[in-house]
């Protein structure tokens, strides 16, 4: 049985920082890229960053470019997500995704090719 739990939201004021966390059991972590993804009350899902399952490749939204790092320890079948200079529009449900294809491909950000997701961890960002 596959699980992917995600841990680290919270509240944190403007220009603060966070670091997410997702850990995956019951699927050959390694072998899986792995996503973030976000919604906010009322909007669409958003995807935020992708890391292909060596590290090799890592894609981001535009909104975080320079502000969010996403990484992995196959080690302990964990991916972050380091946030700093957040602002109130980064308030949302983060949810991690697994892919079993590995790499994350152009549509990544669509959620489609995802195998696997979390149940979100709450990220609030006061002004």
């Known amino acids: 049985q596959v699980q992917v739990v995600e841990s680290g939201g919270g509240l944190v004021q403007t220009g603060g920082s966070l670091r997410l966390s997702c850990t995956a059991s019951g699927l050959r972590f390694g072998n899986n890229a792995m996503a973030w993804f976000r919604q906010a009350p009322g909007k669409e899902r958003e995807g935020v960053s992708c890391?292909?399952?060596?590290?090799?490749?890592?894609r981001y939204a535009d909104s975080v470019k320079g502000r969010f790092t996403v990484s992995r320890d196959n080690a302990k079948n964990t991916v972050y997500l380091q946030m700093n200079s957040l602002k109130p529009e980064d308030t949302a449900m983060y949810y991690c995704?697994?892919?079993?294809?590995?790499?994350?491909?152009?549509?990544?950000?669509?959620?489609?090719?995802?195998?696997?997701w979390g149940k979100g961890t709450l990220v609030t960002i006061s002004s």
């Open positions: 890391i292909s399952w060596n590290s090799g490749t890592t």
């Open positions: 995704a697994a892919d079993s294809l590995g790499v994350c491909a152009g549509t990544w950000a669509s959620g489609r090719g995802m195998d696997y």
